[in-house]
């Protein structure tokens, strides 16, 4: 199977993986509506195809995975619009953490905000040495918004997840992988034969034990649901203020922003 979207393409090769690109490498591949909508499309496709037994999420170029949600869309949102953005956003991603097959990033490059996000979705993690993971937010002053609060405290404990929230600083490859951001590293030249070694590996495990287990470990956390609502509503309640125009504005104009508070 190849399909190719708009701004991503879909591969299937004979072992039943298939590739996701995202690929808008001009843009550092950052999330605007249509890559958005792209995605879930393919996603569903994914999930039901059966020829499909997993998947690797990756970005075109050499420089990212994704450097998030694109600002220039971000940089039009209010309070209403806001709130709704972050909850599609929410939506989307939980496909990926909810799918009965295994659903693996492979971070070539930058994998800031929502690409960040996007890369904690997954099941599996596997990064190139020259990856770069953060949550740069609140440069903007916004929140992440596509699950980050939430997946981020999961995966590295709340005072790392606050350390990187909070801060705005990203981490290289070698450090996300101490915090158990991610799971492995390689060098880029064997970055995507490595994943698909480590995919190669699950698809020949019984399959419905892996769509269970998948289940299994989701169940940790699915429960109280409550964080996630919390998020979107503070992401819609910062689209609303000045810091949010003037940090968009300032990244979109190549400025350091002046935050006032309100
Ligand atoms: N949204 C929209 N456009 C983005 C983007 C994003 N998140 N990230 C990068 N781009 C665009 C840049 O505006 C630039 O476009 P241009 O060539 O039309 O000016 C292009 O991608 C290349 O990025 P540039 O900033 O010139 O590259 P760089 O090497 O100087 O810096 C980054 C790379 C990743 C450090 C920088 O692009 C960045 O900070 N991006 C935003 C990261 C972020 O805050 N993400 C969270 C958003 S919620």
């Known amino acids: 199977m190849s399909q190719t979207y708009q701004t991503l393409t879909l591969e299937t090769d004979e072992q039943g993986i298939a590739v996701l690109t995202i690929n808008r490498a001009d843009k550092l591949n950052?999330?605007?509506?249509?890559?958005?909508?792209?995605l879930e499309g393919a996603i569903m496709k994914l999930r039901h195809d059966s020829a499909v037994k997993a998947v690797i999420i990756t970005g075109a170029g050499n420089r990212a995975f994704v450097a998030g949600a694109d600002i220039q869309e971000l940089a039009g949102l209010n309070t209403f619009t806001g709130t709704?953005?972050?909850e599609r956003g929410q939506q989307i991603f939980s496909l990926i953490e909810h799918s009965a097959k295994p659903m693996v990033a492979y971070v070539n490059g930058y994998a800031l905000g929502g690409g960040c996000?996007?890369?904690?979705?997954?099941?599996?993690?596997?990064?190139?040495?020259?990856?770069?993971?953060?949550?740069?937010?609140?440069?903007?002053?916004?929140?992440?918004?596509?699950?980050?609060?939430?997946?981020?405290?999961?995966?590295?404990?709340?005072?790392?997840?606050?350390?990187?929230?909070l801060t705005g600083k990203p981490v290289k490859a070698r450090e996300a992988l101490e915090m158990g951001l991610v799971n492995w590293v390689t060098d880029p030249s064997e970055g995507m034969a490595t994943t698909r070694e480590v995919l190669g590996q699950i698809v020949q495990r019984g399959p419905v034990a892996v769509a269970k287990a998948i289940e299994a470990v989701n169940a940790v956390a699915d429960q109280p649901g409550k964080g996630y609502i919390a998020e979107a509503e503070a992401f819609g309640a910062l689209c609303g203020t000045r810091d949010f125009k003037e940090g968009t504005d300032a990244f979109l104009k190549k400025r350091t922003p002046v935050?006032?508070?309100n």
């Open 84 to 86: 709704a953005l972050s």
């Open 117 to 165: 996000e996007l890369a904690m979705a997954c099941h599996l993690r596997i990064a190139s040495d020259t990856a770069l993971f953060g949550l740069p937010e609140v440069t903007l002053g916004l929140i992440p918004g596509y699950g980050g609060t939430q997946r981020l405290t999961q995966l590295v404990g709340k005072g790392r997840a606050l350390q990187l929230i």
């Open 30 to 38: 950052a999330l605007n509506a249509e890559v958005m909508n792209d």
């Open 259 to 261: 935050f006032n508070g």
